[in-house]
């Protein structure tokens, strides 16, 4: 007998088991090389990067099990829509051709169970541009909400994404429906910061973390998602403050944030447990850099 599913249930996908942090930037330039996240949250050595090197893409899940790494500034620093997929191993495939305007610290996320999204970043006429299941990335859709750099995103509610904050810097979000569209600002709750970054958690929830705030500077505060969309007050942050790290889900239900430039670049990381609390660091494995990108696979 088939069991009876209800009509308003949302599908979903039990993956998010283990990680990638890839790119990136440091004192010797542009990077391609990745670090492996276990799930059980352990970062491996580097691994020889595949694809052009760059600097400021951005990364999400796709297809329930992969990943996508997407756009940033090129081998000559010059502003790229290239991408490269994540196998449902980590495995890391050459440069596809780029769809959509190119373009640098934008923000991406899953949304939909099983497809992504790319949206703002470093150009005057900001996009969008939807991921299908099998990896595919389509032509741009006009912007929703306020242009702005240095965003970030993650997935909540099971189906649905979030932008959040970015240059201004400010704290306003954009909610993405289960089919990818992007609504209209919401007025911002917590400290105004650009080059953060955020990653699921709990299975529907998310977290922004750490950034900078153009004031007092560095920060490492948090804000929490539920799983409606709605952030949360700051919260005080734990770890080394800095600025431009990468974050993704790993274990199912649990979080990491890694990487970053303190005034110089760093590879320590901080765990984020099931509830959303944060970890203290974690000693850097891997090359120290900033301006990287990460997504869950598997």
């Known amino acids: 007998m088939f069991p009876i599913i209800p009509a308003n249930s949302v599908a979903s996908f039990t993956q998010n088991d283990e990680g990638i942090f890839g790119f990136g930037e440091n004192s010797g330039g542009n990077q391609s090389m990745t670090n492996l996240v276990s799930n059980t949250g352990v970062v491996s050595a580097d691994v020889t990067g595949v694809g052009s090197v760059r600097y400021s893409p951005a990364a999400c ?10 756009y940033g500034y090129g081998p000559g620093y010059e502003m790229a829509s290239m991408t490269n997929l994540v196998s449902n191993t980590g495995v890391v495939s050459s440069d596809v051709a780029g769809v959509g305007t190119a373009r640098t610290v934008l923000g991406a996320c899953e949304y939909g169970v099983d497809k992504g999204i790319f949206s703002f970043g470093s150009t005057v006429l900001v996009c969008t541009n939807l991921v299908s299941n099998t990896g595919v990335v389509g032509s ?3 912007q929703v909400g306020t242009a702005r750099a240095e965003v970030a995103a993650c997935e909540y509610g099971n189906d649905k994404g979030i932008f959040g904050y970015g240059g201004g810097p400010v704290s306003i979000t954009n909610l993405v429906s289960d089919t990818g569209v992007v609504s209209s600002d919401v007025a911002g709750v917590g400290t105004a910061r650009e080059g953060l970054k955020a990653c699921s958690y709990g299975e529907d929830k998310g977290i922004f973390g750490y950034g900078d705030d ?3 500077g560095l920060t490492a505060v948090t804000n929490l998602v ?3 969309g709605v952030v949360s007050s700051d919260v005080t942050g734990v770890g080394t403050a800095r600025r431009l790290p990468a974050g993704c889900e790993y274990g199912g239900d649990k979080g990491i944030f890694g990487f970053g430039y303190t005034g110089s670049d760093t590879g320590v990381t901080n765990l984020v447990s099931n509830t959303g609390v944060v970890a203290s ?3 850097a494995v891997g090359t120290a850099r900033r301006s990287l990108a990460a997504c869950s696979f598997n």
């Open 140 to 142: 741009d859709i006009a």
């Open 61 to 70: 899940e796709y297809g329930g099990d992969k990943g996508i790494f997407g």
């Open 214 to 216: 153009k004031v007092g």
């Open 281 to 283: 660091d974690t000693a």
């Open 226 to 228: 539920s799983d409606a």
